[in-house]
């Protein structure tokens, strides 16, 4: 109960405008306790993640590339499939709003499997040391699961009413997450624990078992949902004893035998006499058993990527829960296996992943899918190019590319950026275009009035129009260089104008929490750390100087020089040279259409070994990382190939901590 005091607290904070303190919310909408849940430190109510409390708001999607034409055909309903670079609890909540016009009514509950591989582990953690950490020190414990939980209730907002959702873990956390699941989905819809065994490792580890397999939990929406039978049951298939009869009488065993690249497959074994076997091995389709082991090192389809998946696996899981045309989304893309998978069975497919490098890695694979294997015959190739896909980023735009858009399209990306509900009204004659909340807003058309700026003359004649019909504030959304105020707000007798600045410069009306920017790692055994964005950022290339380099018969780029433009680390000096650099991805053969990533060099790459000590913290690792980097600030760094692997042309991508990009093409 809320006491008199408190409450007269709470009403005056009601006519003032204040906001109700954090601690009178559970008193205000109290919170029925379940049967039982996992209760712990950061566990957020789903009406308030749904409500954006937590700080991440859906934010629209910018459009980098659009694949089609005669070289990736559309499926009949023009849809397109989709690889989205950005932070997934920012696109899920995107998906969830259904306001954006590239996804508006085309995937919110319209997704028929969500399969996830979140990042459980570390590249480090699959060498089996029982020393390596598999948590990462941003996100561990209770904040790993809130961080999984988040993204999962949403999941099952968007989901088809007839979907299936897939969640692949390790022993460490499954525990975890399996009662969270029943928390959101409900322990009926709990269906089956899958047991991927993946096969013998090697030697297990000193004081404790072998780790041989990983686990997926499978929970439906609702009691219809999509059900393929794929495999008969283990009972049906006898290995290894002469009891099986051909077409004609001839009695054969079943035999399982391994190729060189990990996979299994079935043969039959003759009896010539009693007793005496056949030599000859003859080769069968039998799909009665699931056996996928781990991919093996020397597999085609390995892409150098810290915890990759077989194909073989997602093959099964796809065939069983979705029929053909049906939508796959994977919000944990990583190598982009789902993606690939859903394509070659003929599904729509949605990917998004936070990392540059998944994001190049994913485009390169869909783009040379067509050399990559048949999912019915490994001795093939798959032939066939990808269908029509867009390349999207979330978050982090290009401010040329708004600036270009269509003023319809203008009014809709500005609006999703500031939450603005489009709603042209007048006050006293002047026209608004949208509301923010209760205010009013105003977005300056910047091509109408090209040779005028928002200064206080402007401001002046608006307040002479609507003074005194308009209590709080306003908001007007325009580019920065515009408006000619340096401060977030200009009052007039007291009506506040706030300006929305594009590029976004952070204004703490709006968010709750400071704002976090992308961060890319800076070594590969960092790709798959855990992180999020809250808020959107424009691109700020990064100052880069380079030059490329003949040394007897090999090739070198030299990177003299490489800063991220204005911004400061956490005591508020100005980053040295090359201490924001993340990673240098290239394209050593480059065609003049697109870049296709062949190699990879993340920041503790190119310093001396001299320079990369090794240590058990992450945290201490990026420092470390860093201190490497700044001590090289007066040298240079170099990436060397051979001459005969290069091409006529090189396009390198030079990419910072906060995902800015710099580009450049050298003729060799």
């Known amino acids: 109960m809320i006491n008199k005091y408190d409450k007269e607290f709470l009403i005056e904070c009601l006519k003032d405008g204040k906001e109700i303190p954090e601690t009178f919310k559970y008193a205000l ?12 430190s950061g566990k957020m109510r789903k009406e308030d993640l749904l409500s954006n409390e937590d700080g991440v708001f859906p934010v629209p999607l910018q459009i980098e590339k659009i694949f089609n034409g005669s070289e990736h055909s559309a499926f009949d309903d023009d849809w397109k499939n989709m690889i989205v670079f950005g932070d997934n609890l920012q696109f899920l909540k995107t998906i969830y709003e259904n306001r954006d016009p590239l996804i508006k009514d085309k995937v919110k509950g319209k997704i028929k499997l969500i399969y996830i591989d979140p990042p459980f582990a570390t590249a480090d953690d ?41 969640i692949h873990l390790d022993e460490k956390k499954i525990h975890y997450i399996k009662i969270l699941m029943d928390e959101i989905f409900g322990e009926n819809s709990f269906v089956n624990e899958i047991i991927w065994n993946k096969g013998f ?70 009896v010539k006499k009693e007793g005496k076997n056949i030599n000859d091995f003859i080769e069968i389709e039998y799909d009665e058993i699931i056996d996928v082991p781990v991919m093996a090192s020397t597999s085609k389809e390995r892409l150098n990527y810290p915890t990759q998946k077989p194909e073989e696996l997602i093959k099964l899981l796809i065939l069983q829960h979705t029929s053909e045309g049906d939508i796959v989304l994977d919000f944990f893309g990583g190598s982009g296996t789902t993606m690939a998978v859903a394509e070659k069975l003929n599904r729509k497919w949605i990917t998004c992943d936070l990392g540059k490098l998944a994001y190049l890695t994913m485009q390169k694979r869909i783009l040379q899918i067509q050399n990559s294997k048949d999912l019915d015959d490994i001795k093939k190739k798959y032939e066939k190019k990808a269908k029509s896909f867009t390349t999207c980023t979330l978050g982090l735009y290009d401010f040329k590319k708004v600036l270009n858009l269509e003023w319809t399209k203008y009014l809709e990306f500005v609006s999703g950026l500031f939450e603005i509900e489009l709603k042209k009204h007048k006050v006293s004659g002047f026209e608004f275009d949208g509301k923010k909340g209760s205010y009013s807003v105003k977005i300056w058309d910047y091509n109408t009035y090209k040779n005028s ?74 790709v798959n750390d ?139």
């Open 126 to 166: 699959f060498s089996g040391s029982r020393d390596q950490k598999a948590y990462t020190d941003k996100r561990k414990h209770a904040q790993f699961v809130e961080f999984i939980r988040r993204r999962l209730i949403l999941a099952k907002e968007i989901l088809s009413d007839d979907g299936s959702i897939l």
């Open 530 to 668: 855990l992180d999020e964005t809250i808020g959107f950022h424009f691109i700020k290339a990064p100052e880069v100087k380079s030059v490329l380099k003949k040394v007897g018969d090999e090739i070198q780029i030299v990177i003299k020089e490489f800063r991220s433009q204005y911004y400061k680390d956490e005591e508020g000096e100005i980053f040295d040279n090359f201490e924001t650099l993340s990673a240098v991805f290239v394209d050593k053969k480059f065609d003049n259409k697109q870049f296709i990533l062949t190699d990879s060099f993340f920041a503790d790459d190119l310093l001396p070994k001299k320079k990369v000590k090794e240590v058990e913290d992450e945290q201490d690792d990026n420092k470390n990382i860093r201190a490497g980097l700044k001590e090289m600030k007066n040298e240079e760094l170099k990436i060397t190939f051979k001459k005969k692997e290069i091409g006529k042309k090189i396009m390198i991508v030079y990419t910072d901590i906060y995902g800015n990009d710099f580009t450049e093409i050298f003729t060799v």
């Open 453 to 526: 700026n928002i200064d206080e003359a402007y401001l002046k004649n608006i307040h002479q129009i609507i003074g005194g019909k308009i209590n709080g504030r306003i908001y007007i959304i325009a580019p920065a260089n515009n408006i000619e105020f340096l401060t977030d707000y200009h009052e007039i007798e007291g009506l506040r104008y706030y300006f929305l600045k594009i590029p976004y410069q952070v204004i703490r009306e709006l968010h709750k929490i400071p704002f976090q920017k992308i961060r890319q790692p800076q070594s590969k055994k960092n």
């Open 29 to 40: 909408f109290p919170t029925k306790q379940k049967e039982y849940e996992l209760v712990y």
């Open 201 to 270: 490792r090697g030697t297990e580890s000193k004081g404790q078992y072998q780790q041989a397999h990983e686990t997926i939990l499978f929970y439906t929406k609702g009691e219809n949902y999509t059900w393929n039978q794929q495999y008969s049951a283990y009972k049906d298939l006898k290995m290894g004893r002469y009891n099986k009869t051909d077409e004609d009488g001839k009695r054969y065993a079943l035999i399982k035998r391994r190729r060189t690249d990990g996979t299994v497959y079935y043969g039959k074994t003759y």
